[in-house]
């Protein structure tokens, strides 16, 4: 805009200068007179719309340029301002959600290993802690029970609680998708569960199964 205004003075002055060459007044009968005897100054006329013609399409490309500068420069603002609320999730020792555009900045890549490396160390510490206090359960066993026996089921019923780990399994194979399912811990199964020891406690009685005496449950110590 402000180039075409300067344009069209620059133009101005080059005809009121050939006014004064001629002697004319300022009028449009000048203007006629002195066109009329240099035809060249129609194309002095046409400047500002050469100049309007050449530098629109270079204003249309540059204000795009600066709309897409400041679309970047909003972009990075806002991943700026994700990677700072991360990183305040991190320092409050909460265990925020990674996010797809932190990878694309040296920072959240950064933000990403130490958020890795802190949850390595928490899982090392929740282990630890898990393994300390197993300890400590089996050294109370190992204080309170001296005799052999009584004290290797201790042990070993400690451990079972401890680990979780199934004492029994009960499955109902009629629904294979259930075949996998331990039901030994289910309410609604006791009594199947007890008829099922029976059975096995009259083979080994009847068969002398000394194998399956160890899977029998003593349900004296239950």
């Known amino acids: 805009m402000v180039v075409t205004v300067i344009s069209i003075l620059v133009v101005l002055l080059i005809l009121f200068s050939f006014i004064m060459d001629s002697g004319l007044s300022i009028s449009f009968q000048s203007l006629v007179r002195i066109h009329a005897a240099h035809p060249s100054l129609f194309l002095v006329d046409l400047i500002p719309v050469f ?30 301002q994700r990677n700072t609320e991360y990183a305040e999730q991190l320092s409050e020792g909460e265990n ?6 932190m990878m694309t900045t040296d ?4 933000l990403r290993l130490i958020h890795l490396n ?10 630890q802690s898990w393994v300390t206090e ?14 052999m026996e009584e004290l290797s089921y201790q042990v070993l019923k400690t451990l079972n609680g401890y680990i979780k780990s ?11 998708r259930e075949e996998m399912k331990n039901l030994a ?16 406690d009259r083979w080994i009685e009847e068969s002398g199964d000394t194998e399956a005496k160890t899977l ?6 239950e």
């Open 118 to 127: 802190i949850k390595a160390d928490r899982r090392q510490e929740r282990e």
């Open 166 to 176: 199934t004492a029994e399994f009960t499955a109902e194979i009629k629904n294979i």
């Open 51 to 80: 100049i309007t013609a050449l530098l629109h399409p270079m204003h249309h490309i540059m204000n795009r340029a600066i709309r897409e500068y400041e679309e970047r420069v909003l972009e990075s603002r806002q991943l700026a």
């Open 134 to 147: 197993g300890k400590d359960m089996i050294s109370r066993v190992l204080r309170e029970y001296q005799e």
């Open 96 to 101: 925020p959600e990674p996010y797809e555009e």
């Open 107 to 110: 920072l959240g890549k950064a």
């Open 216 to 221: 029998a449950v003593d349900t004296a110590r």
């Open 185 to 200: 811990s289910l309410p609604e199964y006791k009594n199947a569960l007890i008829e099922h020891r029976g059975y096995l």
